[in-house]
């Protein structure tokens, strides 16, 4: 099962701030928050992780709350190239797993 | 540096037949896991590998279906025997360290959509 929990959709105006939130309120001390995206019919495309302080990077920002059980992925001026399902995942730290969990995403609309 | 590759993209089967898929991962990547995802969605997690050994197939149907990374060339993921349930869309992606717990992402290819007819 999914250890994440986000919005199933959301909308945005096309040059505004997207924020997105994210809980995961069971996250281990040590598990990296990720979050990737999937524009239609394409392979998830990485775009940040993190794990105790605020990351920037060229596509994005994460912000990631003090007791780390939540975090908000902000775009900061939305294009209608963002419309993508959000996806916010932690690893599985079940013995020697890796593997990533997957949950529903967030339907991301940008409009014009 | 060219990204994960997978091939073919698209793959029509009839049913009993077999599928071949292909996934060659990012130069200098080690370490490869594949994903199915049915429409409407999220990724499941089907299995992680490592040059030359199975690291974690718990993800993987105990019938019909096989992963392999050889030494050389790419990964495959094998599934015998087809039905129309496995009609999805198939992911792969790969890491340089193993993924997750020291930070490092995993870049993922454009899929291979299956059709079972």
């Known amino acids: 099962d999914a250890k994440t929990t986000q919005p199933p959709s959301m909308d945005c105006a096309e040059g505004r701030a997207a924020n997105l939130p994210c809980n995961h309120s069971?996250?281990?001390?040590?598990?990296?928050v990720y979050w990737y995206r999937q524009i239609h019919s394409q392979g998830p495309q990485y775009i940040i992780h993190?794990?105790?302080?605020?990351e920037t990077n060229e596509m994005a920002s994460l912000i990631i709350t003090e007791d780390r059980k939540s975090s908000t992925l902000i775009l900061p001026h939305a294009t209608l190239r963002d419309t993508a399902v959000y996806y916010c995942?932690?690893?599985?730290?079940?013995?020697?797993?890796?593997?990533?969990?997957w949950g529903l995403g967030t339907s991301l609309a940008v409009n014009p | 540096n060219a990204g994960v590759m997978q091939n073919p993209r698209h793959l029509v089967r009839r049913r009993g037949q077999e599928a071949r898929l292909r996934c060659s991962p990012m130069?200098?990547?080690?370490?490869v896991y594949w994903y199915r995802q049915l429409p409407e969605e999220g990724l499941k997690f089907m299995v992680y590998?490592?040059?030359?050994?199975?690291?974690?197939e718990s993800g993987m149907p105990k019938e019909r279906f096989s992963a392999e990374f050889p030494k050389e060339g790419p990964s495959i993921l094998r599934i015998q025997q087809v039905v129309r349930g496995d009609s999805a869309a198939y992911f792969c992606?790969?890491?340089?360290?193993?993924?997750?717990?020291?930070?490092?992402?995993?870049?993922f290819g454009q899929g291979t959509r299956l059709t079972v007819v």
């Open positions: 992606a790969s890491s340089v360290f193993p993924l997750g717990g020291d930070g490092t992402e995993a870049f």
């Open positions: 130069k200098g990547h080690s370490h």
């Open positions: 590998l490592q040059k030359e050994n199975i690291i974690d």
């Open positions: 069971t996250i281990s001390g040590n598990e990296y």
């Open positions: 993190g794990l105790k302080n605020n």
């Open positions: 995942i932690v690893r599985d730290n079940a013995g020697n797993n890796r593997k990533l969990i």
